[in-house]
């Protein structure tokens, strides 16, 4: 089945130790994205890839940086993880000229100690 | 300013119980309009979603929902519930007719009594 996938589904970190989320998709979407969920609230977009094209949200830190060396492939990393980052990260896509749903991959739980 | 609100934070409705969630959103133009499921440690599942044509739509698991432009709501209703509706709902509006942003609500989180 066509799906995103993101590894792993738990990362544990270090305070100030750099990580790296992954995401790949089955999809061939052309659109990617990366979100940030807290605990109880709504996931916020961090940033979005339009084909090559990265997109940055106005508010998200630069702390947070992102790769898509291929189509089926994204990265979110986190230069130096504070303890207000713990969070739930959502990768999804979608495909342009279609039905502008996104995909939402399962999520990775990061904690920081 | 673009904006979702879901009222309602937790809802706890008993088995076999219909169910409504209410979704109201501020947007410049009418936006395409969807409804995701999350499930614990789990990521966004589409339920429903809304283009344009019929105002009332249906989806996955029994649920369905409604388009009202003139009230700017998108509530979503399933006749009777089941324990494995207990999950957190998520109301998101996005940009008609491109690959924009979508603009989520708080959420709702549902419980079900047996």
């Known amino acids: 089945d066509a799906m995103v996938i993101q590894n792993p589904r738990y990362q544990v970190t270090q305070f100030g130790k750099p990580v790296t989320l992954s995401c790949s998709q089955t999809l061939n979407h052309n659109v990617m994205y990366w979100y940030q969920q807290k605990s109880s609230q709504a996931p916020k977009l961090l940033f979005h890839?339009?084909?090559?094209?990265?997109?940055n949200e106005a508010d998200t830190p630069d702390n947070f940086q992102s790769r898509r060396p291929n189509t089926s492939f994204c990265f979110l990393d986190i230069r130096s993880p504070g303890l207000g980052d713990a969070a739930m990260y959502l990768c999804?896509?979608?495909?342009?000229?279609?039905?502008?749903?996104?995909?939402f991959g399962p999520g990775t739980r990061l904690t920081v100690l | 300013a673009q904006s979702v609100t879901q009222p309602d934070i937790h809802i706890t409705v008993s088995e076999g119980a219909s169910l409504e969630l209410r979704c109201n959103y501020s947007y410049g133009a009418t936006p395409y309009l969807f409804w995701y499921v999350q499930s614990p440690g789990q990521g966004l599942q589409l339920l429903l979603k809304y283009f344009s044509g019929d105002t009332l739509v249906q989806g996955i698991k029994g649920f369905e929902a409604e388009f009202k432009r003139s009230q700017s709501s998108f509530n979503l209703r399933k006749p009777s519930v089941h324990w494995s509706d207990a999950a957190e709902y998520f109301c998101a509006v996005g940009p008609r007719g491109s690959q924009g942003n979508l603009i989520f609500g708080k959420g709702t989180k549902l419980s079900v009594k047996p």
């Open positions: 999804a896509t979608s495909a342009t000229g279609t039905s502008y749903e996104q995909f």
């Open positions: 890839y339009y084909d090559k094209d990265f997109n």
